[in-house]
């Protein structure tokens, strides 16, 4: 019997660690790729490099947020929906990034996505408070 060293388990199954883990390794879901020589290669097919799209690039993870919850999450409104990060962004804008993962991503209409960054600014500043004079 062959052992098979089983891929280490990514955290979640479109991202194989990082940002980019590279080395040979899809980016989603962790599986040695097969690489020809001059060519580099980020995933294993297509359907990892959609998932993968869908879960860092600010664009497509936007629009599959909204498709997912197609309503405001804190009062079930459906005007002028817009895309709130859980873990708040600070300073990384919306570079492709782990932060985009769907799981960080909630759909809020514009009032509530506004009590939400009035409230994580508050939180930042208090936090900030802690360590000031
Ligand atoms: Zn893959
Ligand atoms: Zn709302
Ligand atoms: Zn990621």
């Not at 980019?20 to 980016?27: F, I, K, P």
């Not at 600070?90 to 492709?96: E, L, P, S």
């Not at 939400?116 to 408070?129: H, I, L, N, P, S």
């Amino acid at each position: 019997m062959i052992d098979v060293e089983a891929p280490a388990a990514p955290d979640a199954s479109y991202c194989a660690g990082g940002w980019y883990a590279g080395c040979g390794t899809c980016a989603c879901c962790g599986v040695e790729l097969v690489l020809e020589p001059g060519r580099s290669r980020w995933f294993c097919g297509k359907a990892c490099s959609k998932r993968w799209r869908l879960n860092h690039w600010w664009t497509e993870a936007r629009r599959a947020a909204l498709k997912r919850d197609r309503h405001c999450v804190k009062c079930g409104g459906w005007k002028r929906l817009e895309v709130n990060h859980i873990e708040p962004l600070v300073g990384a804008g919306y570079a492709t990034s782990c932060a985009h993962h769907a799981e960080n991503l909630e759909v809020l209409c514009r009032s509530c996505h506004q009590g939400v960054t009035k409230d994580q600014a508050a939180a930042r500043r208090a936090e900030g408070a802690e360590f000031a004079a």
